[in-house]
Nanobody, 126 residues
């Protein structure tokens, strides 16, 4: 059974930083991807960053390029999202997701991911 548990959310001011973590269990040695998504009430869940399970291919949404970084620590089975220069529009519930199959790239489509964490809230004040 795959279990993803996020942590690290909070309420920073604009310009601040946070690092989110996603501890994964029951999900090892697959050829797929992991990703971070965020959702605001009333809007669709949007992809923010994704990475292949080898840690060699990274994808970032245009809205976070230059500010966010994604990393995967295989030894700890933990996915990270380093968020810098935070903006109020970064506010949302952040979810970790995983898909065990490789489809050519690590998409930002929520429907492509099989496993989800419970989410961690990030609220950026201006």
């Amino acid at each position: 059974q795959v279990l993803l548990v996020e942590s690290g959310g909070g309420s920073p001011q604009a310009g601040g930083s946070l690092r989110l973590s996603c501890a994964a269990s029951g999900y090892t040695d697959s050829a797929g991807c992991m990703g971070w998504f965020r959702q605001v009430l009333g809007k669709e869940r949007e992809g923010v960053a994704s990475i292949n399970n080898g840690g060699t291919l990274i994808y970032l949404a245009d809205s976070v390029k230059g500010r966010f970084a994604i990393a995967l620590d295989k030894a700890k089975n933990t996915l990270y999202l380093q968020m810098n220069s935070l903006r109020p529009e970064d506010t949302g519930m952040y979810y970790c997701a995983a898909v065990p199959r490789w489809r050519g790239w690590c998409s930002f489509s929520a429907s492509d991911y099989n496993y989800w964490g419970q989410g961690t809230q990030v609220t950026v004040s201006s």
